[in-house]
């Protein structure tokens, strides 16, 4: 294996992450993607923000193949001096020593805080199938107890995991979060080239729940003008609801800068009427406004109501020690 040489020359002048990333070993190539080893320093990172319901986040991978046009994450490759958009769909390194810098870096986790898995990165993206780092992680979760973790995914792949997944739920409080925006399969292709079908994601729910797994579906991100309709968010709800989701979720569409310089050609082309409207929502901030997010979640309660589901996301024994949050990131 060849060291990755994108930072040949000025790697000395490179700190943190960035860093770490100029010296990453090319794992292989496919399908116009490279695979790389990041030789992380830490795999739990804090997150003090109020605006998310959890206190650490843990990504297996930086970058993901599922390439989503909405992707808010693209700016974590940034983070590595890597600002072309696209690097983050078709450079995807796999964090290395997961398990031991796990193990060290949960007694830096308080009683009452939650995990994320998978806040940036799908960790059942494809270069799961292969190295594995996912599983790696929640084998060493099944050694603890007491620990508050959520998973998002919207792929099929977790389901290899089930057998860890109850391993971990037996001493410790698990929730799992599939992601479905759309039931419209040709729009899901277009908003997210490489991810499962939605109704393979709705049986891996149904899966999940037979394993007397927590999983519920999160329907994000809601696109304006695009999957907002009632007639869209109701199919997704009657769908996890049919697949006995223990719960339902929505968020708007979070519009990073980033982000935006891959959505927006992606909307010139397949959706030129909204191309505006998205200006003008987007022109001051990342978020939609309050009217629209109030809408957004009349509408939601209204469909948990519907079909039965009792609470918008995974049982909590009480909230996290950063309580305060805003109600459209609730994904958990």
């Not at 070993?25 to 030789?39: A, D, F, I, M, R």
């Not at 780092?133 to 603890?144: M, N, Y």
């Not at 729009?187 to 999940?208: F, N, Q, S």
């Not at 397949?270 to 929502?281: A, G, H, K, S, T």
Request: include cysteine; aromatic fraction near 10%.
């Amino acid at each position: 294996m060849a060291t990755f040489p994108l930072f040949a020359e000025n790697a000395p002048g490179l700190v943190g992450i960035a860093r770490l990333a100029s010296h990453g070993v090319s794992l292989s190539e496919g399908h116009n993607v490279e695979y790389l080893t990041l030789p992380a320093r830490s795999l739990l990172s804090r997150c003090d923000s109020k605006r998310v319901p959890f206190d650490w986040t843990m990504n297996p991978y930086r970058g993901c193949e599922f390439a989503c046009k909405y992707c808010y994450a693209r700016y974590t490759h940034e983070f590595m001096e890597m600002r072309d958009g696209l690097d983050f769909e078709s450079r995807i390194f796999a964090k290395q020593n997961a398990g031991w810098l796990l193990r060290r870096d949960l007694k830096r986790v308080k009683p009452g805080e939650q995990i994320a898995i998978g806040a940036a990165t799908d960790p059942y993206q494809p270069a799961e199938r292969r190295y594995r780092v996912t599983r790696e992680i929640l084998e060493e979760l099944a050694r603890h107890s007491g620990l508050r973790i959520g998973i998002i995914s919207k792929s099929t792949l977790i389901l290899r995991d089930i057998d860890v997944l109850q391993a971990v739920a037996r001493s410790n409080q698990l929730g799992i979060a599939i992601t479905v925006t759309t039931m419209d399969i040709a729009l899901a292709r277009k908003l997210e080239p490489r991810a499962p079908r939605p109704d393979l994601r709705i049986e891996t729910v149904r899966r999940l729940r037979a394993a007397s797994l927590d999983a519920g579906v999160l329907c994000a991100p809601v696109l304006p003008g695009i999957t907002d309709a009632p007639a869209s968010l109701t199919a997704v709800a009657r769908n996890a609801a049919g697949a006995g989701a223990c719960w339902f979720s929505a968020n708007s569409l979070f519009l990073m800068p980033c982000s935006e310089k891959i959505f927006m050609p992606f909307l010139e082309l397949e959706f030129p009427e909204l191309v505006e409207q998205y200006r003008r929502r987007y022109a001051s901030r990342a978020f939609v406004g309050e009217v629209y997010r109030k809408r957004l979640s009349e509408l939601v309660r209204k469909l948990r109501a519907k079909y039965g589901f009792n609470r918008e996301r995974y049982p909590l024994a009480d909230e996290s020690p950063n309580a305060e949050r805003e109600p459209q990131m609730a994904l958990f």
